[in-house]
T-cell receptor
Framework: GQSLEQPSEVTAVEGAIVQINCTYQTSGFYGLSWYQQHDGGAPTFLSYNALDGLEETGRFSSFLSRSDSYGYLLLQELQMKDSASYFCAVRDWRSQGNLIFGKGTKLSVKP | DTAVSQTPKYLVTQMGNDKSIKCEQNLGHDTMYWYKQDSKKFLKIMFSYNNKELIINETVPNRFSPKSPDKAHLNLHINSLELGDSAVYFC?????????????FGEGSRLTVL
């Protein structure tokens, strides 16, 4: 089946840059998504990469390397409100197109 | 207007009971989903429903059954509740089948089984 690996926790300070990595094993990979979830809230979509390269959306960027089965989420100019859990998720043939989520990375931003 | 809405937001019940969680989306999306998030925050797909095609995660017990009266609604019915069913259940939807990495989630329904 599918498997996704991402760090369980990351800590950084306000204004810094943090990178959250995600490696995956799938069959018939379609794409990699990233979601943010604050405590008590719903997951919200951040980005989707189907092709290799970097996608930038404001302070957040997402990168994909299909050949390495690897991606990352880059958060710049960290703010306290960025403290949340971040999930990578894959779509592949085996999941019949459904999104399969990693276990999440809890990001703590300190003053 | 809330795009994906779920009711109830909180549900506390006894083991052995049957309960339902309702979900509605007003986005005109074709595909709806149910995810379960356990205490360790692991988000697990339970079902997806697209144009009357139901895809069931094989690990989901048959005590769980989705019901879709129309394209905008996908309700979750749970029979004979067990302690391990305690979790947050999220409904979600996506446009245009499954050719997207973007899901729109509801606010979640926290189920506690005593």
């Amino acid at each position: 089946g599918q498997s996704l690996e991402q760090p369980s926790e990351v800590t950084a300070v306000e204004g810094a840059i943090v990178q959250i990595n995600c490696t995956y094993q799938t069959s018939g990979f379609y794409g990699l998504s990233w979601y943010q979830q604050h405590d008590g809230g719903a997951p919200t979509f951040l980005s989707y990469n189907a092709l290799d390269g970097l996608e930038e959306t404001g302070r957040f960027s997402s990168f994909l390397s299909r050949s390495d089965s690897y991606g990352y989420l880059l958060l710049q100019e960290l703010q306290m409100k960025d403290s949340a859990s971040y999930f990578c998720a894959v779509r592949d043939w085996r999941s019949q197109g459904n999104l399969i989520f990693g276990k999440g990375t809890k990001l703590s931003v300190k003053p | 207007d809330t795009a994906v809405s779920q009711t109830p937001k909180y549900l506390v019940t006894q083991m052995g009971n049957d309960k339902s969680i309702k979900c509605e989306q007003n986005l005109g999306h074709d595909t709806m989903y149910w995810y379960k998030q356990d205490s360790k925050k692991f988000l697990k797909i339970m079902f997806s429903y697209n144009n009357k095609e139901l895809i069931i995660n094989e690990t989901v017990p048959n005590r769980f059954s989705p019901k879709s009266p129309d394209k905008a609604h996908l309700n979750l019915h749970i029979n004979s509740l067990e302690l391990g069913d305690s979790a947050v259940y999220f409904c979600a939807s996506s446009p245009g089948g499954r050719n997207t990495g973007e899901l729109f989630f509801g606010e979640g329904s926290r189920l506690t089984v005593l």
